[in-house]
């Protein structure tokens, strides 16, 4: 697996992207602010490009999934059942995809700077 996979793959797996070290986040919706294992910085400056990758991600799959109920039950979609689904889709979908979003947008700026040693500024080590 290229570096590139590895570093997704683990975001996904909720590891650290760097090193893949466990317990990176300190419960659902609140990541720690450095790795356990290798010490990377993963919260400092990642919040705003996380928050835009967690409302793309989430609102695209929210769409696909009504979009997926309204071809499926066409020409009769449940409006009644949508109009109660989108909204809570809307709040559940972001909540889900946060851990997701916070890991996969540090993997993100490691794979555009493959062998660059992580930015003081962002990816401050505490050693
Ligand atoms: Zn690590």
Same mark, same amino acid.
Not at 8 to 18: K, N
Not at 25 to 31: D, G, I, Q, Y
Not at 66 to 82: C, D, E, M
């Given at each position: ?9 683990? =975001?996904?797996?909720?590891? !650290?992207?760097? !090193?893949? %070290? ?21 919260? @400092?400056?990642?919040? #705003? %490009? @996380?928050? &835009?990758?967690?409302?793309? #991600?989430?609102?695209? #799959? =929210? ?6 109920? /309204? ?8 409006? %009644?059942?949508?109009?109660?689904? /989108?909204?809570?889709?809307?709040? &559940? #979908? ?11 947008? /540090?993997?993100?700026?490691? =794979?555009?700077?493959?062998? =660059?040693?992580?930015?003081?500024? /962002? ?5």
């Amino acid at each position: 697996m290229s570096r590139r996979n590895a570093l997704f793959a683990r =975001a996904l797996m909720l590891r !650290c992207p760097h !090193c893949g %070290g466990r317990d990176v986040l300190r419960h659902w919706l609140a990541m720690r602010e450095h790795c356990p294992t290798c010490d990377l910085a993963l919260a @400092a400056g990642n919040r #705003a %490009g @996380a928050y &835009i990758l967690n409302l793309f #991600a989430s609102e695209i #799959a =929210a769409v696909l999934f009504i979009f997926s109920i /309204v071809v499926r039950t066409w020409p009769n979609p449940p409006y %009644g059942t949508l109009q109660w689904l /989108v909204p809570v889709l809307m709040v &559940i #979908a972001p909540l889900v995809f946060y851990p997701f979003s916070k890991l996969v947008f /540090v993997a993100i700026d490691l =794979a555009l700077h493959p062998g =660059a040693e992580p930015d003081p500024q /962002v990816h401050e080590t505490r050693r």
